[in-house]
């Protein structure tokens, strides 16, 4: 396991943190649903992976939504909206966490539920969104429309509107899966925006950055009155990071939302095979292939996307 006291142990959490701050601009994640798993993987307990991944998805999602709002790509209500009742799902998911650590079955429950969603909103996001919607709209159309149109509505963006309480059971699983994985939410967030509430890809991912930031400060002080945060690991993913978001956000530019949304569902679906590898106790190959993709993703957006325009302003 990593010694993360080494200088070699500094160097790779500051290079992780790049990599991670690149993926999280570009795809619109706190970045944790990588970070968590892999800080496990190198050898941090659960909890101590879930309390320091919160807090350096602050640090990528307060840069992040930033230069995406000034870019036009965050609505800004939705993500109060959100974020705000998100709250209350991170405040129930918790203390189940902390409790399945007490019975030191955190590992395996937090592992499974993170191959599930991984999985599931992968395969979501791969689908075409006709498709879903049509789906959707055949097997329980008078609910989904119920829904989608139970007044009070929401207005965002072109003459659309979602109901306030359709936001508010989405933001009530984000944040109960966000308390108990220890994620920023944007792996689930983006698919959401894209599919229900039928936003544009860049759009998704600027409005799930501000999401994000809202409801992980809250998730994070929570941990961190559990004594369950590391700050050291967090400060040096977070330096890295700082300089990746800032690439990440700039290269979105140059990738149409189709395939933004088809490169984002591949990532998902090959991460949760890093965590099934570590599940089966295969340590040693999970630690390599997490490690592998997350570096291997970061270089061909690079390669794609990150020389149409100047990387540096």
């Known amino acids: ?31 944790c649903f990588m970070l968590t798993p892999l800080l496990n993987i190198l050898g941090l307990p659960m909890t101590n992976a879930i309390g320091t991944g919160l807090l350096f998805s602050i640090i990528v999602s307060l840069y992040g939504s930033l230069k995406h709002f000034f870019l036009g790509n965050a609505i800004v209500k939705i993500s109060l ?24 079955e955190a590992d395996f429950y937090v592992r499974l539920v993170y191959i599930v969603l991984l999985i599931g909103f992968g395969a979501m996001t791969l ?38 309480y359709a936001l508010i059971l989405v933001a009530l ?10 994620v920023g939410g ?7 925006f894209i599919i229900i509430l039928d936003m544009k890809s860049h759009h998704a991912v600027g409005t799930s950055l501000l999401t994000i930031l809202i409801s992980s400060s809250f998730a994070s002080y929570l941990y961190m009155q559990s004594g369950k945060v590391i700050f050291t690991i967090a ?14 956000v700039k290269m979105i530019a140059n990738i149409d939302s189709l395939r933004l949304k088809t490169l984002f569902s591949i990532f998902l679906l090959l991460s949760s095979l890093g965590i099934i590898l570590k599940a089966i106790h295969f340590d040693l190959i999970s630690i390599a292939y997490s ?20 990387l540096i302003e």
């Open 291 to 310: 490690l592998i993709l997350c570096f291997s993703v970061t270089l061909f957006i690079i390669l794609k996307y990150g020389f149409r325009t100047k």
């Open 81 to 104: 909206i959100v974020g705000f009742f998100a709250m209350i799902g991170v405040q129930a998911s918790q203390p189940i966490i902390l409790y399945l650590d007490f019975l030191h």
């Open 186 to 192: 944007g792996f689930i967030l983006v698919p959401i």
């Open 235 to 248: 400060g040096l993913l977070g330096i890295g990071a700082f300089f990746g978001v800032n690439l990440g």
């Open 1 to 31: 396991m990593l010694d993360f006291n080494s200088t070699f142990g500094y160097a790779l959490l500051i290079i992780i943190g790049f990599n991670i701050g690149i993926l999280s601009g570009f795809f619109g994640i706190g970045g």
């Open 127 to 164: 689908r075409k969104k006709q498709d879903i919607q049509k789906s959707l709209h055949t097997n329980s159309s008078d609910i989904i429309t119920k829904v989608r149109h139970f007044p009070p509505l929401i207005k965002y963006g072109n003459n659309r509107s979602i109901s306030l």
């Open 173 to 182: 699983f984000v944040g109960f899966i966000q308390g108990f994985l220890g």
